[in-house]
């Protein structure tokens, strides 16, 4: 039962930033300078009409009044109907749905190297606390989190990909085509992760609990494992799951460096061509993601920690 108001609270949660960035979405629309028909038409630089002008006001819904068009615009954002894209006149919950797929794979890849440098970099900092292992991880720390995306990306490019010719530079296809931008999504904050596991650990290291279960005689593997790994990577799990969505709508530099077909370099264009509609949809799905995975880490959260089932 307890559980069921839980998911419920977090449903109720979706539903208001849901509500509030669709009506931010719509004011931001209205206060942006200048009449969207126009822009749209006057896209290429070529003349147009006052008529034409006027009836794709009409066509596009413009000429009601305010409050009609904020009745309109929350009905279709919890009907999912968001409009037509301009450019391609496919449904916008279609056209963001066929390029999901490929910004999840990126962001999972990406998922995973983070683990990987987070689990390795911080246990093996905390183990070996005060030692060469230890100054190189703060270094890699440093660096992960001083060097922008972008940057890593070009340098990875450079090496691996001009002068070595490992992997390719952009597109979807093999798995060797997801090397690149995986790591660049995931290393810089694997390695500020790894910093947070270690300071974690250490802390764990000096807690009487863990003083008692060396007395008893428990092996150090297990004790690390099972108890101290096990405490100290609780916190890391709210900070993963705030990760991945970041990683599924802050991917947009990465794809677009790499050619990625997912949503980040499709919203790029989208912003170039003056689409709308597209634009719009991007932001509520954004948001709506972003909210299901907060409440997924946070049920998650709340089966591993049975202080919040009390």
Do not use: C
Not at 95 to 105: G, I
Not at 162 to 184: A, D
Not at 220 to 248: C, D, E, W, Y
Not at 253 to 258: A, M, P, S
Request: neutral net charge; hydrophobic residues 55%.
């Amino acid at each position: 039962m307890r559980l069921i108001y839980f998911l419920g609270d977090r449903f109720l949660q979706l539903l208001i930033v849901v509500f509030t960035v669709s009506t931010l979405t719509f004011l931001l629309l209205r206060l942006t300078p200048g009449d969207p028909a126009y822009i749209l038409l006057h896209a290429n630089d070529m003349p147009v009409s006052e008529t034409a002008i006027e009836a794709l006001r009409e066509e596009l819904g413009l000429t009601a009044p305010l409050w009609v068009q904020y009745g309109q615009w929350l009905m279709n954002v919890f009907t999912w109907q968001w409009g037509d894209s301009y450019v391609s006149n496919e449904p916008v919950v279609t056209e963001l749905l066929s390029r999901f797929p490929a910004t999840v794979e990126l962001a999972a890849a990406g998922l995973l190297v983070m683990l990987t440098v987070t689990v390795g970099l911080g246990v093996l900092t905390a183990v070996f606390s005060n030692g060469w292992m230890d100054r190189t991880g703060r270094v890699l720390a440093i660096i992960g989190a001083a060097v922008p995306s972008f940057w890593l990306a070009l340098l990875m490019i450079y090496f691996f990909s001009v002068k070595e010719g490992w992997f390719p530079t952009m597109g979807r296809g093999e798995w060797s085509h997801l090397v690149l931008p995986s790591l660049t999504l995931g290393l810089g904050i694997g390695a500020v992760y790894a910093r947070v596991l270690r300071k974690n650990m250490l802390e764990m290291f000096n807690q009487n609990f863990i003083k008692a279960s060396k007395a008893r005689g428990l092996s150090n593997g297990r004790i690390l494992v099972f108890q101290v790994f096990k405490h100290a990577s609780m916190p890391i799990v709210t900070m993963l799951g705030t990760s991945f969505a970041f990683m599924l709508g802050g991917s947009i530099i990465v794809e677009t460096i790499f050619a990625w077909p997912g949503l980040g370099s499709y919203i790029i264009q989208s912003i170039n061509a003056r689409d709308y509609p597209v634009i719009q949809g991007y932001v509520i799905f954004a948001s709506i993601v972003f909210v299901k995975i907060h409440i997924l880490v946070d049920v998650i959260f709340y089966m591993i920690d049975p202080r919040l089932r009390r």
